[in-house]
């Protein structure tokens, strides 16, 4: 791979930086802006050569590339201690560390996002995208936008053109943002006021297994007054947004079982049981017509929303119809409740079902098995493993046998309704209370980037280990998010808009010269 | 690709057979056993030629290419007046019709089989297999089979063998036996007591879309006394079974809409309706606990059996004990009810259903849409059109706006549930009385070749486009079917067992010389 990096050798040029005074915010803005205007291409350039990594769950020796990478382009900035952390266990892709000590800085901010992106499938990406071959397009594809050439060099970039590739808002965009915040400062001569650690995690998507595991082994050296965690999309207003917490996560694998072989549906249908039938009957027991979750129990646990986070709600733009519309549905589920209520929610999703084939592949046949794959959101005071119980007993309530493993032939004989409940390693929800002083910094920096007032937003209806981060450290976390809301994110054609790249750029430089 | 055809220039000898007298049953038997004991390689490498051709739908040059090599087949066994039967409807595969006539003969017989198979999926083959590479096993993988090498020249084929391949059981199996069968007769010098016509289709597991036509079209060629379709499995004890009728068959895809592009299930999870869930809903609704359709009207119409059809039912050997603990599931749809009596009641079931992805793949999404391949059966008295209707008028009762196009951005807008609904051409049940003369002929013929009762079956679960040929020609259909039960057709690892395909030999011999 040919790698282009940005700086040949600039660490004399960091150092005297760092010699420098504080800079108020004003300038501190217009400083990297103009920085960013000067250097867009190669920025862009950079950025297209780490997104052409792959780095997904099932590709280790892409994710190891890519940590590599990162680590290269944190020693060519001129961070210092940049190395790999990895886990005890083997296997685990390794997180990403450096830091910048600042003379006279007192506090210290870890600086995270994660490099690793949700699984592809590249035959569902639009004619023309390739999950890692990065593309540029005139405007999101799904709204009229075409595909582009490389940019020539010496013309502006577009801000509303997308680049379209696996990870490019979720999460490597944070990895670029915070590394291009960091350079622009550097580069302009503007002094941090806080010290910086930067941790880029590798296994996110995956529920982050092993974090815990990693933030133990490097308690030390990841002390710190405060996280800026650099994830999920901005408001969908278009306004820059705070978090304070995050939903907690898991997923459920779901296969029921019918005949060992595959049958013909004439010969047997009518007789052999289909699992593909009892799979749907089983997972529209779950919900009711208005969405609700039927699971008993579901909604228990909820810490309720303090009387600054509710305040804080009903400051949201309430943007429900107009999403709703480019969306092109009818009617959300949730009775009425608007999308921030119903994200303070726990919730149940079908994140993919399949039995057999559909279109051309379909053949007249009563499939073996029916698989789903559920995901579950959670809220402060759920507890993740008390959440799947509480499905696991709404699975036996519906008449099934429930099995961990492929069902033996004794249990295939003896229970009319088999199914194999495989649970992946979630964890819970977090949220930060929205008047810590430190808090207050962030939001204030974030709010001297732009004129429109920052959307605060008390928990992101995404899901972050935050709670991990807690438990381990009993560190406080804030998320401030870079990338458009329509980025596809988790999906094919993912995609992030140049003008979030940048206007991200801008919003962490201005966290790391907080007051 | 390399042919290997058994006979080189055999006109001669098939003119001088034609001159012989009747030949008893017993002795038919005897000669043809022993002329296929003799030439069994032969006709297995020619068999596993035939095979190797593809033959899906989607391919229509191999469909082309596999009615080419069968009739150069028949040219090679000196059937004459050999021909592709073209339909004005361009593209369609063609039919492969030959006959022999018979001095003295005063009855024609068509031989009925298809050559297209259902659609493949390769990656679900078991490893080792590929539709279109025709492997022999020691037997049922399923049960412990070995995948083996081609056999040695002059070592006995044992009739456990399996040969795996899409079309090995349905229906080329019907094709090559049928084939066999005549040449065994010919090269054995028996005369057959019937005129034969062979007809060939290449459309059936698409649902025979343009059969009508071509019979239309091809009146005058096809006129006969009693059309032998070769289809199907034997009983699944293992006994020989003549089936006077076939259910129905019609498919129907189904596509519930959700947002226009996937969403992150964290950010919009209990806000925006996931069409996997309205589907899951959905075709829960369709029927009950014990797999009793609840669609309104569904088992309307059902023309009873009549008094000999219900007591060859109770003839019919219940196995259903022993084929439910092979197939590994504790309890039959169906309220208690048998298998053969089941198949003679209207059927729904879901051949296939997806969104988004499972497993591996799968990703933390609101999936766009969801999908699901219906396929109705139908018994004598349903009308395939009007069991669709009843099915669409299902669905609009549980609340979805049904479409037969995308949907629009309006219909979006004003319909909470929308689904499209895609029926594909279908056809209706069709029964030919039991005790018609020639359908005594033809069992007492089967009969002839086993000493085990022969089971007669009013009705096939499976279907047959037999209506059509009633509709269009009023001709008469028994079938006569040959495959083993167990051959995953249909589905992937579809197989033959190599004993059955000697026994439909001499079945389809004697049914050529019956009395």
């Not at 390794?94 to 210290?108: D, Q, S």
């Not at 049958?263 to 919900?287: D, E, F, Q, T």
């Not at 402060?380 to 099934?400: C, P, S, T």
Request: aromatic letters at 6%; glycine letters at 8%.
């Amino acid at each position: 791979m040919k790698k282009r990096y940005l700086l040949g050798s600039l660490l004399p040029i960091i150092a005297a930086a760092l010699l420098v005074a504080a800079t108020p915010p004003d300038a501190v803005l217009k400083k990297v802006r103009q920085y960013r205007q000067r250097h867009e291409h190669e920025l862009l350039a950079e950025y297209t050569q780490l997104l052409s990594i792959p780095s997904v769950a099932a590709d280790s020796a892409g994710l190891r590339r890519t940590a590599t990478t990162i680590a290269a382009m944190m020693r060519q900035r001129g961070i210092a201690h940049v190395q790999l952390l990895g886990a005890t266990t083997p296997g685990v892709p390794p997180a990403v560390f450096g830091e910048v000590r600042v003379p006279g800085a007192t506090r210290t901010l870890v600086f995270y996002a994660h490099y690793d992106g949700q699984p592809v499938n590249a035959a569902q990406w639009a004619p023309g995208l390739s999950p890692f071959k990065p593309t540029l397009a005139s405007g999101s594809l799904a709204s009229g936008g075409q595909l582009l050439p490389p940019p020539a060099a010496g013309t502006p970039l577009n801000a509303e053109w997308r680049l379209y590739a696996r990870g490019s808002s979720d999460d490597k965009g944070g990895v670029m943002t915070i590394l291009a915040a960091y350079q622009a400062l550097a580069q302009s001569g503007v002094k941090p006021t806080v010290n910086l650690k930067f941790f880029f995690e590798g296994e996110e998507e995956g529920g982050s297994p092993h974090l815990g595991e990693l933030l133990g082994q490097h308690r030390d050296l990841l002390q710190s007054d405060l996280w800026i965690i650099c994830d999920g999309p901005v408001h969908q207003s278009g306004r820059k947004q705070v978090v304070f917490g995050a939903r907690g996560d898991v997923n459920v694998g779901l296969t029921v079982y019918g005949p060992k072989r595959p049958l013909h549906s004439g010969h047997y249908g009518n007789w052999a049981p289909n699992p593909a039938m009892a799979l749907a009957r089983l997972l529209g027991s779950m919900k009711d017509s208005t969405g609700r979750v039927t699971v008993a129990g579901f909604y228990d646990d909820v810490v309720p929303l303090t009387a600054s986070e509710k305040d804080a709600l009903h400051r949201v733009p309430n943007i429900d119809d107009d999403i709703r519309r480019e969306l092109g549905f009818a009617r959300p589920d949730g009775q009425g409740q608007s999308l921030v209520e119903l994200i303070n929610q726990p919730s149940l999703n079908i994140n993919g079902m399949r039995s057999a084939n559909v279109g051309p592949q379909a053949a007249n046949v009563i499939p073996t098995i029916a698989e789903a794959e559920l995901d579950l959101r959670l809220v402060l005071g759920n507890d993740y493993q008390r959440q799947i119980a509480k499905v696991v007993r709404h699975i036996e309530r519906q008449g099934f046998f429930v099995t961990h493993a492929e069902p033996t032939d004794a249990e295939r004989a003896r229970y009319p309704h088999l199914i194999r409940v495989a649970p992946e390693t979630g964890y819970n929800a977090q949220r930060t209370p929205l008047d810590l002083p430190l808090a207050r910094s962030v939001v204030q920096a974030v709010q001297s980037t732009v004129a429109q007032p920052v959307v605060l937003l008390p928990t992101s209806g995404g899901s972050l280990p935050l709670y991990v981060f807690k438990q381990v450290l009993g560190a406080t976390t804030i998320t401030v998010p870079i990338a458009n809301y329509d980025n596809n994110q988790h999906a094919e054609n993912e995609n992030i808009r140049l003008g979030n790249l940048w206007e991200g750029l801008e919003t962490m430089a201005a966290v790391m010269t907080m007051k």
